[in-house]
């Protein structure tokens, strides 16, 4: 038998490349789907890291030695909401999706994830949750996601300084006309009028610019008629405080106050460092004050921030957040999903996860152990806002990235000094956002889909 | 015989060609057609016609970015040029350490860009006691000026950016020094001859003689600044006011971030369409400037 040495080298190719699809089909990878013990796998997304994932890891243990139908496998990532997005529509989602709850409404639009209707079987109903954090995972009645570890935002202050300056730490600001007098007394200007210590810096950290409104009793949206708020008078108000700082003490003076130099690249450094007297912060902010500062050598406050005089009175105004789980459409395995969702919804569970992230729970009542032993001694605080009536999350639209993206570019103006007044720059931005939810509305009337107000 | 020699060339060039359709020409004829439809990404396609490029008409944001990454171009590409022509100028003359020269030019270029976005971020702090570009003001002017606020402005953000671009002209560089080998040296002794000065050989024996080194790293130039993306956006996030919000950033939120991946892939196209026409134009230009010896 002749070897023609061209049919070699063809047979050699084809070869090759039929061993390289079958060593794929063999050995490359494959989405596991039963545990060793013929448990069934669910994959479950989470955008934590350190701590926080760490809290979550102890839940899921508990979960996998709690029974053995289903493991839980758990994995962690960045930029969770932009892959999940991929992950679904090409078909292959986890089973159990760890996201923003201000992800939840492009992706429930979309039908992108479950409602968990058979929560109700664990005995989960919008009553289970503290007044403020259920309606952020139900809508019409329905629970599309279940809040993992909630969060809301109040004023922190440093004691010492209050009464270094002759202000009374048990009794602090309740109105912005009395804050504003505080920041004044907690302000240090040297000899040239650059800002030594700052009383109050709204844009020290910066990452609620859409709070500020709902402080005077403004909203960015009209869930009522679908509109656009933005440029309310309340929200003016609000804004008009926010630019009273660089007004105050002019915009070069706070740059530099902001850039200068402290050995510590936290972003609470001016808070822990004294620069700032008082700042705006979640309820993690005392677990990073002892990791940072040690533990109990810092003597913070905190309280609902202040509200203008006229709503004193009422119940706390304050932004909130809440981590959620979504079970994606087209999870493998949503009976175990649920299960598993359930499972961290139990109060102890709860608790477990919440104190670990040093954050309220977001249950409607919280044990006496949990309150007692929280990292957060101020942890009330945060609880009552959750609790109140006036707390505020962003607006229930897809398009809030965009909108969200409209109004940082506005705070840009008011905070650069570009218009003598909030006015104007919300102004444009009311124009960008109503232009945004427009094309929104275009696209759920072009596909069919109701207005959530009608819907409502 | 020349047909089974062309059966056994396809078979050999197949694996490429097979990846080439999946992995380019699939998912930009997708784009195009993904321009035409409302689509999230999350649901279905729904075909729209030509809405989403009749909205580009009148998208205030779009006219920003495109201003924005036209601005970032033109400056980014004259002073790259001058920068990248001059150093390999300088490099091409015999120097102690040559290599070693050549070397520190071309090094920065190796690095990823993200981290030396981050270095750079810090390296424009406005402290002086922390930002070196800062510092390096006060101490030229002997204290006698403050330096500015980069991200403070739209200004000086872009200005932050524009000089962070010429950190990397290290490959402009290298191209440009072979362009300069080939200059041939009787050119220079003639022109010597004839009493022509080094700035005249310059400009009249050397910039003809690399013209199409120039058209070729301009064309380069301009691809890679209309895809500006990961230093803006680690730098200065498109801000302040959407200062330095560029065409690539825009296309990526609107995709991502806005899940309206339909006119995200009109964006696209666009951007395409721009580079094509660009590199058309500069290159009909370069009929009447470049010189090709032998043509």
Redesign the interface.
């Known amino acids: 038998m002749t070897i023609d040495a061209?049919t070699i080298?063809?047979r050699t190719?084809l070869g090759l490349?039929a061993a390289g699809a079958g060593g794929y089909a063999a050995f490359g990878p494959e989405r596991r789907r039963l545990h060793s013990g013929g448990r069934v796998v669910l994959d479950y997304w989470e955008k934590w890291t350190g701590h926080e994932a760490a809290a979550m890891k102890v839940v899921v243990d508990r979960f996998n030695e709690s029974q053995g139908r289903i493991f839980v496998n758990y994995l962690t990532m960045g930029g969770i909401d932009?892959k999940a997005?991929?992950a679904?529509?090409a078909g292959d989602p986890p089973d159990v999706l760890g996201l923003w709850n201000r992800n939840l409404p492009?992706?429930s639009q979309?039908?992108?994830v479950m409602p968990l209707d058979q929560l109700k079987d664990y005995g989960i109903t919008e009553s289970s949750y503290a007044k403020a954090v259920g309606p952020l995972v139900f809508r019409n009645g329905r629970q599309l996601a279940a809040p993992s570890t909630p969060s809301s935002i109040a004023l922190y202050y440093n004691r010492t300084i209050f009464k270094e300056v002759g202000l009374d730490p048990d009794s602090p600001p309740r109105t912005i006309e009395e804050f504003d007098v505080a920041i004044d007394r907690l302000t240090i200007l040297d000899s040239d009028g650059d800002v030594e210590r700052a009383g109050f810096l709204p844009t020290d950290p910066g990452w609620w610019s859409w709070c500020w409104g709902g402080f005077f009793g403004g909203h960015l949206y009209d869930e009522k008629t679908g509109l656009a708020t933005v440029n309310s008078p309340q929200n003016i108000a609000g804004y008009n405080w926010y630019q009273s700082f660089p007004k105050r003490w002019g915009?070069?003076k706070l740059?530099?106050f902001q850039?200068?130099?402290i050995d510590n690249p936290s972003p609470y450094r001016n808070f822990f460092s004294g620069r700032l007297a008082t700042t705006i912060q979640g309820p993690w902010l005392p677990m990073f004050m002892d990791q940072e500062l040690g533990k109990g050598n810092f003597d913070y406050g905190a309280c609902p921030f202040p509200v203008p005089a006229a709503l004193a009175d009422q119940p706390p105004y304050g932004p909130i957040e809440a981590d959620i789980l979504v079970v994606p459409t087209g999870a493998k395995n949503p009976d175990a999903s649920m299960e598993f969702i359930a499972f961290t919804q139990r109060p102890e569970n709860m608790e477990t996860l919440c104190t670990g992230h040093a954050k309220p729970s977001p249950l409607s009542t919280s044990s006496e152990a949990f309150i007692r032993e929280h990292p957060n001694r101020a942890v009330a605080v945060h609880e009552e806002i959750l609790q109140s009536p006036n707390a505020y999350t962003t607006p229930w639209i897809?398009?809030w990235?965009?909108f969200g993206?409209a109004l940082?570019?506005g705070l840009?103006?008011i905070w650069?000094l570009?218009s003598p007044s909030a006015a104007a720059p919300l102004a444009e931005v009311q124009i960008e956002a109503s232009e945004i939810l427009q094309r929104e509305a275009d696209?759920r009337h072009?596909?069919g889909q109701p207005d959530p107000w009608e819907e409502a | 015989m020349k047909h089974d020699s062309l059966r056994t060339g396809l078979l050999w060039i197949g694996p490429w060609i097979l990846g080439f359709c999946i992995f380019t020409v699939l998912p930009v004829s997708l784009a195009v057609y993904y321009g035409f439809t409302d689509y999230t990404l999350l649901e279905s396609p729904i075909p729209v016609g030509t809405q989403n490029y009749e909205r580009m008409l009148h998208d205030e944001i779009l006219g920003t970015v495109l201003w924005n990454t036209a601005i970032f171009g033109v400056l980014s590409i004259f002073f790259g040029t001058i920068l990248s022509i001059s150093l390999a100028a300088l490099l091409s003359k015999p120097a102690r350490f040559q290599s070693f020269w050549r070397a520190a030019v071309f090094a920065p270029s190796v690095l990823p860009l993200v981290a030396i976005a981050v270095i750079f971020k810090l390296g424009y702090d406005p402290d002086p006691e922390v930002g070196l570009a800062n510092q390096m003001i006060d101490w030229f002017t002997f204290g006698a000026l403050k330096g500015p606020n980069w991200f403070g402005s739209g200004f000086w953000a872009m200005t932050a950016l524009l000089l962070m671009s010429l950190w990397s002209v290290g490959p402009a560089v290298v191209i440009y020094l072979a362009g300069l080998r080939d200059v041939p040296k009787q050119l220079h002794e003639a022109a010597s001859i004839d009493g022509v000065g080094p700035f005249g050989r310059f400009f009249h024996v050397v910039l003809p003689m690399i013209s199409p080194v120039i058209l070729f790293n301009v064309i380069i130039g301009v691809i890679n600044a209309a895809q500006v993306f990961a230093v803006p956006l680690i730098m200065t996030g498109g801000g302040p006011e959407r200062s330095t919000y560029f065409h690539s950033m825009y296309v990526y939120d609107q995709a991502f971030k806005f899940g309206d991946m339909g006119y995200a892939s009109a964006l696209g196209v666009l951007q395409f369409v721009i580079i094509l026409m660009l590199t058309g134009l500069i290159l009909l230009a370069g009929r009447k400037f470049v010189y090709y010896r032998g043509a």
């Open positions: 061209k080298t063809r190719a490349l932009q997005k991929v679904i529509a492009f992706f979309c039908g992108a915009l070069d740059r530099r850039g200068a130099p897809t398009g990235a965009e993206m940082g570019a840009d103006q650069n570009k696209r072009r596909r």
